[in-house]
């Protein structure tokens, strides 16, 4: 990682062993999810301030990062179960769950398949809030999929991983070459099944419908320059208008807009991001 932080593992009731990181003490568990083709380490700027308050433990989920890979669904529903299995495991209790990307939306998935897991949780610029019709998954899967990107798998990882920032951050650097390693560690067969069936199921497996039944306070972040979110080949709208449209169907939920920020809002605003979450959490 590119903070070294010790890596644990746990082995879930499906028999995967899943690697993560556990830093601080405090009464309350702060649980990080990462996004899609990401790892822990990218809550590490976040780590490192918010463990002076709080217990910080950030996941790598099955088939990513130090975790297991294997023949596993990697959809939406079952990276949530995995989530409350760990949890479980660890005899988590007072957990505030904080997604990113793909991993908000394992997050929200989380508290609709289980409302009382949890009473806040923090979704940094969480996949989900987009909708698709069934022509226009077609049309991603079919035109505009994550693997155009991946025609040379290194080169094109840097590629997507930088276009997740407005402004890319030199600090990013150490955390990018370590995706790159761990990308390495597996066949490109069986790393590209796996993001194929992640992108997949963040299509196939909506929970926007189900957004005015969450109960739980939960704090949004978005950056206002994310160039991923929405996709914009598809949908011709901004990322403010999406998040105030879905945030305003969650009973609990407040919406902050970062100017000047991408998709990575943990890593490119990273003080801004903790201080919202110090203010949210308490």
């Excluded at 294997?70 to 988590?92: A, T």
Aim: aromatic share 12%; with cysteine.
């Amino acid at each position: 990682m590119f903070k070294k932080y010790e890596v644990h593992k746990v082995r879930l009731s499906n028999g995967c062993d899943m690697a993560y990181i556990d830093e601080g003490t405090g009464d309350t568990t702060l649980l990080f999810v990462h996004g899609l083709a990401n790892y822990c380490g990218v809550w590490v700027k976040n780590i490192e301030n918010l463990k002076q308050h709080y217990r910080c433990i950030a996941i790598d989920l099955p088939g990513n990062g130090y975790s297991d890979g294997g023949d596993y669904p990697y959809s939406i529903n079952f990276f949530s179960g995995c989530v409350y299995d760990f949890m479980l495991q660890l005899k988590l209790t007072n957990v505030v769950p904080v997604g990113h990307s793909m991993g908000g939306q394992v997050l929200l998935n989380l508290v609709i398949n289980h409302p009382t897991v949890c009473g806040k949780l923090v979704l940094c610029a969480p996949a989900g809030f987009e909708t698709f019709s069934q022509l226009e998954r077609t049309l991603y899967k079919t035109g505009i999929h994550f693997f155009d990107f991946f025609s040379t798998e290194e080169n094109s990882l840097r590629k997507i991983v930088r276009t997740s920032f407005y402004q890319y951050p030199e600090y990013a650097d150490g955390m990018l070459q370590e995706l790159v390693d761990l990308m390495h560690r597996q066949p490109v067969s069986q790393y590209r099944k796996m993001v194929e069936a992640c992108i997949d199921s963040m299509m196939e497996e909506p929970v926007y419908e189900q957004l005015h039944t969450i109960q739980q306070k939960a704090l949004v972040i978005y950056g206002e320059r994310d160039a991923l979110i929405p996709n914009r080949l598809i949908h011709h709208t901004n990322t403010k208008t999406m998040a105030e449209q879905a945030v305003g169907k969650m009973p609990y939920a407040q919406l902050e807009m970062l100017s000047g920020c991408g998709h990575f809002v943990q890593l490119e605003k990273p003080d801004v991001v903790n201080e919202f979450i110090r203010e949210f959490v308490g």
